[in-house]
């Protein structure tokens, strides 16, 4: 065995990674639920989890019955996805050849992001992304994974775009930006971007991607993945994760212009969407009715959430047209709310960052989780 090479392993390999990916920060990663519940002391079911906007009805009874029927799991995906393109397309209204699944909605920003830039923002050049803070965390993740330059033009104070800013960074910046991330209904605020302000955006010279990933919680048909065919700068992701309570099995799609699809089906990874993904997805498509009585369950939870919320003096909770309310914790920081509420085993999420300063984001859960937050809240004796 070389002794030489082995001693300088270290050094040597860290030489050979790429310079902007070994100088990133690693993310702190999410707890999985068994060590979650070991470390708070209580048993999964007894922890009320409003903290990642999942959907606490689960899966529809469908999906279960056809996970545990299928019966070819030892068979590789199909990689065209034929049978979910064709069944998406029948649920959002548009040709499935501008339709590609992906391994989540997370797969596909990833996907956009290497397709359109250019990398070298470690050396002052590379493609730029317009990002639109406090929104999704996953958009400039992926745009510097890419190798991308993130460009943000921060939303007013009530969390609405600065479409001035954003325009004026489109058309002034050096190289001119490439994609333009915006999310409606946005997390973590929930709020939606008018059509007028989209139509707007999308006279830029950028490629617009609108993340619906909560859009079925939103009152009105307000989706604009219809605009798609007609528009060559619009692309729309969509997610199973929320509505159809299958975020563990990682499904999500995207609707794309046919001159961007083209292009994408060149390099995704073949076996990208896997086979119990897509009879999920299969199945839930087929269970809507029930499906859709869960999110009009989760809506009226959101509102009652939001009404309660607001009788507590220190919490000034927004609208929202998601699966989740922000509320600003006022005189109390964030984080303590945060704290103490887990040590009863209700998980919410707070921020303290810039733009979002002392807020918590609770998801909309069953009657009888909003019932236990409440009394978490109510037992801090915060007056
Ligand atoms: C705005 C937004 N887009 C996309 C996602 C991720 O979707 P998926 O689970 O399909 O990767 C999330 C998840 O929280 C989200 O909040």
Same mark, same amino acid.
């Given at each position: $065995?070389?002794?030489?090479?082995?001693? @300088?392993?270290?050094?040597?390999?860290?030489?050979? =990674?790429?310079?902007?990916?070994?100088?990133?920060?690693?993310?702190?990663?999410?707890?999985? &639920?068994?060590?979650?519940?070991?470390?708070?002391?209580?048993?999964?079911?007894?922890?009320?989890?409003?903290?990642?906007?999942?959907?606490?009805?689960?899966?529809?009874?469908?999906? $279960?019955?056809?996970?545990?029927?299928?019966?070819?799991?030892?068979?590789?995906?199909? #990689?065209?996805?034929?049978?979910?393109?064709?069944?998406?397309?029948?649920?959002?209204?548009?040709?499935?050849? %501008? =339709?590609?699944?992906?391994?989540?909605?997370?797969?596909?920003?990833?996907?956009?992001?290497?397709?359109?830039?250019?990398? !070298?923002?470690?050396?002052?050049?590379?493609?730029?992304?317009?990002?639109?803070?406090?929104? &999704?965390?996953?958009?400039? &993740?992926?745009?510097?994974?890419?190798?991308?330059?993130?460009?943000?033009?921060?939303?007013?104070?009530?969390?609405?775009?600065?479409?001035?800013?954003?325009?004026?960074?489109?058309?002034?910046? +050096?190289? #001119?930006?490439?994609?333009?991330?915006?999310?409606?209904? @946005?997390?973590?605020?929930?709020?939606?971007?008018?059509?007028?302000?989209?139509?707007?955006?999308?006279?830029?010279?950028?490629?617009?991607?609108?993340?619906?990933?909560?859009?079925?919680?939103?009152?009105?048909?307000?989706?604009?993945?219809?605009?798609?065919?007609?528009? #060559?700068?619009?692309?729309?992701?969509?997610?199973?994760?929320?509505?159809? !309570?299958?975020?563990?099995?990682?499904?999500?799609?995207?609707?794309?212009?046919?001159?961007?699809?083209?292009?994408?089906?060149?390099?995704?990874?073949?076996?990208?969407?896997?086979?119990?993904?897509?009879?999920?997805?299969?199945?839930?498509?087929?269970?809507?009715?029930?499906?859709? +009585?869960?999110?009009?369950?989760?809506?009226?939870?959101?509102?009652?959430?939001?009404?309660?919320?607001?009788?507590?003096?220190?919490?000034?909770?927004?609208?929202?047209?998601?699966? &989740?309310?922000?509320?600003?914790?006022?005189?109390? #920081?964030?984080? +303590? =709310? %945060?704290?103490?509420?887990?040590? +009863?085993?209700?998980?919410?999420?707070?921020?303290?960052?810039?733009?979002?300063?002392?807020?918590?984001?609770?998801?909309?859960?069953?009657?009888?989780?909003?019932?236990?937050?409440?009394?978490?809240?109510?037992?801090?004796?915060?007056?």
């Amino acid at each position: $065995m070389p002794d030489e090479p082995i001693r @300088n392993s270290q050094s040597a390999i860290r030489n050979l =990674i790429r310079p902007d990916i070994a100088t990133m920060e690693e993310y702190t990663p999410v707890q999985p &639920f068994e060590v979650l519940s070991q470390r708070l002391g209580r048993a999964a079911e007894a922890i009320v989890k409003l903290d990642a906007n999942e959907n606490p009805y689960g899966p529809a009874p469908r999906v $279960m019955e056809a996970l545990s029927r299928f019966p070819w799991y030892h068979i590789y995906p199909d #990689p065209q996805q034929g049978a979910l393109r064709e069944a998406l397309a029948g649920y959002v209204g548009v040709p499935e050849e %501008h =339709i590609l699944p992906g391994h989540g909605a997370d797969e596909l920003l990833d996907y956009l992001c290497r397709l359109f830039l250019l990398p !070298g923002a470690s050396s002052g050049s590379g493609d730029a992304v317009v990002n639109c803070p406090p929104t &999704f965390g996953m958009y400039s &993740f992926d745009a510097g994974l890419s190798g991308g330059k993130v460009i943000d033009v921060p939303r007013h104070e009530d969390f609405s775009l600065d479409v001035a800013g954003i325009e004026a960074v489109v058309l002034s910046a +050096q190289p #001119p930006p490439k994609l333009l991330f915006l999310t409606s209904p @946005n997390n973590p605020d929930g709020s939606l971007i008018s059509h007028n302000t989209l139509r707007r955006l999308l006279k830029l010279p950028i490629v617009v991607v609108v993340d619906e990933a909560y859009v079925e919680f939103a009152a009105g048909d307000v989706s604009v993945a219809g605009w798609v065919p007609e528009t #060559p700068n619009l692309v729309v992701l969509r997610t199973f994760s929320k509505w159809a !309570g299958l975020a563990g099995l990682r499904l999500g799609y995207g609707i794309f212009p046919l001159d961007i699809i083209q292009h994408l089906w060149k390099f995704k990874q073949p076996y990208n969407v896997n086979v119990a993904a897509t009879v999920a997805g299969l199945a839930s498509l087929e269970e809507l009715p029930l499906l859709r +009585q869960r999110i009009a369950s989760l809506i009226a939870e959101r509102e009652r959430l939001r009404d309660e919320l607001a009788k507590f003096s220190f919490l000034r909770p927004l609208p929202s047209q998601a699966n &989740f309310v922000l509320c600003e914790t006022l005189c109390v #920081p964030a984080r +303590q =709310i %945060h704290r103490a509420l887990a040590e +009863q085993g209700v998980l919410v999420r707070y921020y303290d960052k810039p733009g979002l300063r002392n807020y918590i984001r609770i998801s909309a859960g069953r009657p009888s989780d909003t019932d236990a937050l409440l009394q978490a809240l109510t037992s801090l004796g915060i007056e």
